[in-house]
């Protein structure tokens, strides 16, 4: 039997390009949530009321500590003994979001701390609202420096899809698993999803640092 054998790869591309599917979607849904819901962690976190932000701060902490799988398990396995049963899908894409977004906060924060304090008293002086403050002046500054790290989770979200299979969401690396098990062939399906999940990364790897550029230039950001 040869080590390769590429009538095996054509076999396996169907099956790999439904799970392909099943990943891009579960990326791009889940991280859309997690720049959403990390943007609104770190507004709560930027509250001056000490209970409410260190409220905030530990919600955050614990999410970050704790594994992606137990999460899932917990939401998708434990869930239904509480009476509240959620269907894989809307469970694992809604745990990777809310996991991403624990993170995605901090990158936010760091950047709405590295805007200069004057920002806030220009914004005062010119007798601006709070919510306005901060969407024509402070976020338009905080967030071009932060997308290169945003685009790091974009891509470990990409990587981290796999966990879905825990719960029986056939992503990409899965339907290579079942393949290789149905046919007893490992190497094929398995190399041509490696491949994939490089070609996605280094390809969103361009894009972000595009956009990253574009929006310094936007906004004349060193």
């Known amino acids: 039997m040869s080590i390769w ?36 962690f770190a507004l709560i976190r930027q509250s001056p009321n000490r209970y409410i932000s260190g409220a905030m701060a530990e919600t955050i902490e614990f999410i970050r500590s704790t594994p992606l799988l137990l999460q899932i398990f917990f939401v998708y396995f434990v869930g239904p003994q509480f009476g509240i049963v959620i269907p894989a899908w809307t469970a694992g894409i809604g745990v990777l979001g809310i996991h991403y977004a624990a993170y995605c906060s901090e990158c936010y924060r760091a950047g709405i701390e590295h805007v200069d304090a004057g920002q806030w008293e220009a914004s005062t002086a010119l007798n601006l609202s709070t919510a306005r403050s ?11 420096p932060i997308v290169p790290s945003l685009g790091n989770y974009f891509i470990g979200m990409f990587k981290d899809t796999p966990i879905l299979a825990a719960i029986a969401i056939l992503e990409m690396l899965q339907q290579a698993k079942n393949f290789g098990a149905e046919n007893y062939r490992y190497i094929e399906a398995i190399t041509v999803a490696g491949f994939f999940y490089l070609v996605f990364s280094l390809v969103a790897s361009t894009i972000v640092q595009s956009v990253s550029f574009w929006l310094k230039r936007r906004y004349h950001l060193q």
């Open 5 to 40: 054998d590429w009538s095996y790869v054509w076999d396996a591309l169907p099956l790999l390009y439904r799970g392909g599917v099943v990943t891009v979607q579960a990326t791009i849904v889940g991280f859309a949530i997690a720049l959403v819901l990390g943007l609104v």
């Open 134 to 144: 901060w969407r024509v002046i402070i976020l338009p500054q905080a967030i071009p």
